[in-house]
């Protein structure tokens, strides 16, 4: 168990729709950072957050954004669902904001229908 | 650009070694290892960064040649708890970007 926590496990949805994942980082971690795992593109780094402000950007589409809160928890926003953002999407989070440790969450697995 | 890990798979008896590599075109100022087993959460193994050190976890280790932008993992006497897929991913700028994966199967 990394102590990092995501919400929900699995996402069953209809092109079109929007979606929100949730991530909660281990305690005292202050970044926060979202990768799209899929069968034909691998480990994608999509955004990171460090203490609620957006530090790096990776290939994250248009119609996905994401924030982080006040107490440090993430959300990651999915809009216009196509079918090929079916895909298992993690969050990690480290202490500081530069490359460090990451320690993943247990991952949402999405699936667009 | 994506770093190239090789191989793309590899299978081992238990107690044998291995060499994972992973090069980039692009200049880098670190090199991250994970393995993730099925189903499962990338975990960390290690971080190495410019200066060419080499580091080790258990049975595992690495090194990370700068001049050449490569990184090779060792795993030695290997483990059936070793299975997995090995991710390298480099940090350049703002960027972490994964290799496509090395699958290591360790059989009794």
């Known amino acids: 168990d990394s102590g990092v926590t995501q919400t929900p496990k699995h996402l069953i949805t209809a092109t079109g729709q929007r979606v929100t994942l949730r991530c909660s980082p281990r305690?005292?971690?202050?970044?926060v950072y979202w990768y799209q795992q899929s069968l034909d593109q691998g480990l994608q780094f999509l955004i990171q957050?460090?203490?609620?402000?957006?530090?790096a950007k990776g290939n994250i589409l248009e119609r996905f954004s994401a924030q982080q809160f006040p107490d440090l928890h993430s959300e990651l926003n999915l809009s216009s669902l196509e079918l090929g953002d079916s895909a298992l999407y993690f969050c990690?989070?480290?202490?500081?904001?530069?490359?460090?440790?990451?320690?993943f969450g247990p991952g949402t697995r999405l699936l667009v229908l | 650009q994506q770093p190239v890990q090789s191989p793309q798979a590899v299978i081992l008896r238990e107690g044998e070694d291995a060499v994972i590599n992973c090069s980039s075109s692009?200049?880098?100022?670190?090199v991250h290892w994970y393995r993730q087993k099925h189903g499962e959460a990338p975990v960390f193994l290690m971080i190495?960064?410019?200066?060419?050190e080499q580091k080790g976890h258990e049975k595992i280790s690495a090194s990370f040649n700068e001049k050449k932008q490569q990184s090779s993992l060792y795993l030695t006497a290997s483990q059936l708890s070793y299975s997995g897929t090995y991710f390298c991913?480099?940090?350049?700028?703002?960027?972490?970007?994964f290799g496509g994966g090395t699958r290591l199967m360790v059989k009794p």
């Open positions: 990690a989070s480290s202490v500081a904001a530069g490359w460090e440790t990451q320690y």
């Open positions: 190495l960064l410019k200066g060419g």
């Open positions: 305690s005292g971690d202050l970044s």
């Open positions: 991913g480099t940090a350049a700028g703002n960027m972490l970007t």
């Open positions: 957050y460090y203490n609620g402000e957006e530090r």
């Open positions: 692009k200049a880098l100022y670190s």
